[in-house]
């Protein structure tokens, strides 16, 4: 009877010591992916940061995100992105503005309405300016501007 107990003691710390670095690798893996998809993103200089702004931009008008209809109006409020820089550890940020400012039928859609007052839905044509600036240590900055059309 006292060897069955005994083996049931280890059975039960074995699975004890098991069960509790199963639990610990959980808890590492989900506090280890939380970090890492809330943290800021590191650049090794401002105008790649300035060019990833840019890149964002283009990437919210084509999935739909900004929407500007009226010729030479820009969004309401700029797109505002925080980075760090390699070997710094402060957080700069990077403004993002983009603006409408041009129409033109893309190949193969004919002309809408009279020189081209009418605009083909989907923003098929649109031709928006994406101004990024990246300001960083020093008071130094970055500049990237972009027409963009999706």
Do not use: W
Request: some cysteine; glycine content about 10%; proline content about 5%.
């Amino acid at each position: 009877m006292r060897k069955e107990r005994g083996a049931t003691l280890i059975t039960v710390l074995v699975i004890g010591v098991v069960s509790l670095v199963f639990m610990a690798g959980i808890y590492y893996l989900l506090t280890r992916s939380l970090q890492v998809s809330g943290s800021v993103p590191v650049y090794l200089s401002l105008r790649d940061a300035a060019a990833s702004g840019a890149h964002y931009a283009a990437s919210q008008i084509q999935k739909g995100t900004i929407m500007i209809d009226r010729l030479y109006d820009c969004i309401s409020s700029p797109i505002v992105l925080k980075f760090k820089l390699k070997d710094t550890g402060s957080t700069f940020k990077n403004t993002v503005t983009v603006c409408l400012i041009g129409y033109s039928p893309p190949p193969g859609f004919k002309e809408q309405g009279v020189g081209y007052s009418k605009v083909i839905p989907g923003q098929k044509g649109y031709i928006y300016l994406i101004d990024s600036i990246a300001e960083g240590p020093n008071n130094t900055y970055s500049k990237v501007e972009a027409a963009y059309t999706p």
